[in-house]
């Protein structure tokens, strides 16, 4: 039986990576793999696999004697030792790092981190990027044979639907909307703009509510709310208050996500809107389309098939892209219905074989 090792952030929180990592793991055990995840945040060993400490690898990386190392992280000083540890042991491991964004420039590390930057690159056997932006930058720096772009999203299986899990309150908000706008994200900043878009989500409800007296509600799942820097959490304070203002209290509905997937949201709504400045590919708006509601994406990045773009940070784009698709709902529901959403496990096993042959 191979042997996998991953590291990276493993639910809760509920995230991009994280969920990534808990379906690549599931089904990496399906296909009869043994699976092992390195992570430092508070989680239980589950059936499936075994969750550890990062820490522990050290002792580990010569018991488990995994056939590959797959990094969800840029932590180049842990990349680094392992490496040198496997090379200087003539271990078999080989070693994968996935870029799920690349917004950092190495050139602006400090000395030490361009040492390790430079040591870590030169020995990862393979690369892998969610999307053709993370693939441009990466090549200035590695051989592009040893690239290849997956996007990072894997179906979710049944059991991730349980839309019990969520409060009450919120559950029935979900339930009584005519029509559910849904979106999520963090308070996060991105070349001091909304990184996420809550802002322009807002002034969206406050012109299609108000002013067009169109009988919709909205949703936002925000992540990690307890994690926000002082001004991440003044800015969250003013889009409360923007919200209050427009006197939109009953339409749009802030869900501080708590151990809950999105998935069971997407089911329930009629529509997913990603309105991100900055982004790799959005899995969630893959998630909609595989919950055959239509998505609503800046074009900021490839999205995944069936999604309607507008111009990034563009309010009105936005709007116009809204009515287009709510006004004519039905073309745009059949329309998604019928796209078949690739499931890219299919292509990260595919690439752990070839690893295994070499």
């Given at each position: 039986?191979?042997?996998?090792?991953?590291?990276?952030?493993?639910?809760?929180?509920?995230?991009?990576?994280?969920?990534?990592?808990?379906?690549?793991?599931?089904?990496?055990?399906?296909?009869?793999?043994?699976?092992?995840?390195?992570?430092?945040?508070?989680?239980?060993?589950?059936?499936?696999?075994?969750?550890?400490?990062?820490?522990?690898?050290?002792?580990?990386?010569?018991?488990?004697?995994?056939?590959?190392?797959?990094?969800?992280?840029?932590?180049?000083?842990?990349?680094?030792?392992?490496?040198?540890?496997?090379?200087?042991?003539?271990?078999?491991?080989?070693?994968?790092?996935?870029?799920?964004?690349?917004?950092?420039?190495?050139?602006?590390?400090?000395?030490?981190?361009?040492?390790?930057?430079?040591?870590?690159?030169?020995?990862?056997?393979?690369?892998?990027?969610?999307?053709?932006?993370?693939?441009?930058?990466?090549?200035?720096?590695?051989?592009?044979?040893?690239?290849?772009?997956?996007?990072?999203?894997i179906q979710p299986?049944?059991?991730?639907?349980?839309?019990?899990?969520?409060?009450?309150?919120?559950?029935?908000?979900?339930?009584?909307?005519?029509?559910?706008?849904?979106?999520?994200?963090?308070?996060?900043?991105?070349?001091?703009e909304d990184l996420?878009?809550?802002?322009?989500?807002i002034e969206l409800?406050?012109?299609?509510?108000?002013?067009?007296?169109?009988?919709?509600?909205?949703?936002?799942?925000?992540?990690?709310?307890?994690?926000?820097?002082?001004?991440?959490?003044?800015?969250?304070?003013?889009?409360?208050?923007?919200?209050?203002?427009?006197?939109?209290?009953?339409?749009?509905?802030?869900?501080?996500?708590?151990?809950?997937?999105?998935?069971?949201?997407?089911?329930?709504?009629?529509?997913?809107?990603?309105?991100?400045?900055?982004?790799?590919?959005?899995?969630?708006?893959?998630?909609?389309?595989?919950?055959?509601?239509?998505?609503?994406?800046?074009?900021?990045?490839?999205?995944?098939?069936?999604?309607?773009?507008?111009?990034?940070?563009?309010?009105?784009?936005?709007?116009?892209?809204?009515?287009?698709?709510?006004?004519?709902?039905?073309?745009?529901?059949?329309?998604?219905?019928?796209?078949?959403?690739?499931?890219?496990?299919?292509?990260?096993?595919?690439?752990?074989?070839?690893?295994?042959?070499?």
């Amino acid at each position: 039986m191979k042997k996998i090792a991953l590291f990276g952030p493993y639910p809760p929180p509920y995230g991009g990576r994280s969920i990534h990592i808990k379906r690549l793991a599931k089904k990496l055990i399906q296909d009869n793999k043994l699976v092992h995840i390195y992570y430092n945040g508070k989680v239980k060993n589950l059936n499936q696999f075994k969750i550890r400490k990062v820490k522990s690898i050290l002792f580990y990386i010569f018991k488990e004697k995994y056939d590959i190392f797959h990094f969800h992280d840029r932590n180049f000083k842990l990349i680094s030792l392992i490496i040198f540890i496997s090379r200087f042991f003539r271990l078999k491991t080989k070693t994968v790092l996935s870029y799920h964004s690349f917004r950092d420039e190495p050139s602006e590390y400090n000395y030490v981190e361009k040492i390790l930057f430079r040591y870590s690159i030169k020995r990862i056997d393979q690369f892998v990027c969610v999307g053709p932006n993370e693939y441009s930058k990466l090549c200035k720096y590695v051989d592009s044979n040893k690239i290849e772009t997956i996007q990072s999203y894997i179906q979710p299986s049944e059991e991730e639907g349980e839309f019990a899990a969520f409060p009450i309150k919120l559950q029935e908000y979900v339930q009584k909307s005519e029509f559910l706008i849904t979106a999520n994200g963090n308070i996060r900043f991105h070349n001091n703009e909304d990184l996420y878009g809550l802002d322009m989500l807002i002034e969206l409800m406050n012109r299609i509510v108000n002013h067009n007296k169109y009988n919709v509600q909205l949703l936002i799942a925000v992540l990690e709310s307890h994690k926000q820097t002082e001004k991440e959490t003044n800015y969250y304070k003013e889009l409360k208050t923007r919200i209050k203002n427009y006197s939109l209290e009953n339409f749009i509905y802030l869900y501080e996500v708590n151990n809950t997937e999105l998935y069971p949201l997407l089911k329930r709504s009629n529509l997913f809107i990603r309105p991100t400045n900055t982004d790799s590919y959005g899995v969630s708006v893959a998630e909609a389309v595989f919950a055959s509601i239509p998505a609503i994406a800046s074009d900021v990045c490839e999205r995944p098939l069936g999604a309607t773009l507008f111009l990034s940070r563009n309010e009105e784009s936005l709007y116009t892209q809204f009515c287009e698709v709510f006004n004519n709902y039905p073309y745009y529901l059949k329309r998604v219905k019928e796209i078949n959403q690739s499931d890219y496990f299919v292509n990260m096993n595919n690439l752990y074989e070839k690893l295994f042959n070499i």
